[in-house]
């Protein structure tokens, strides 16, 4: 893949021990289904792998909805850091 989760990690954490926090979670997806995008421009009868991208956008709605309902300034700065137009 075009990403390293560690860069994402790194980019995205609240804390030295944070591995898993919405935040990267999102990011991790987000790059997960910009790389699929590509891939389905090049190979567009992947019926198979359309499936789970289209698992991992309702993931990551899901996940994003949580935030802003959690934490409105966290949702809107993390909206703009992964260019993710709402």
């Not at 790194?10 to 590509?38: C, N, P, W």
């Not at 019926?47 to 934490?71: E, H, Q, T, W």
């Amino acid at each position: 893949m075009m990403f390293t989760k560690k860069a994402i990690i790194e980019e995205f954490r609240m804390h030295s021990t944070d591995t898993g926090s919405l935040e990267i979670q999102v990011a991790i997806l987000t790059e997960k289904i910009k790389y699929l995008s590509t891939h389905f421009k090049k190979f567009p009868r992947d019926f198979a792998s359309k499936v789970g991208f289209i698992k991992m956008i309702g993931r990551r709605k899901v996940l994003l909805s949580y935030i802003k309902k959690c934490n409105k300034d966290n949702y809107s700065s993390l909206i703009k850091k992964l260019d993710i137009r709402k």
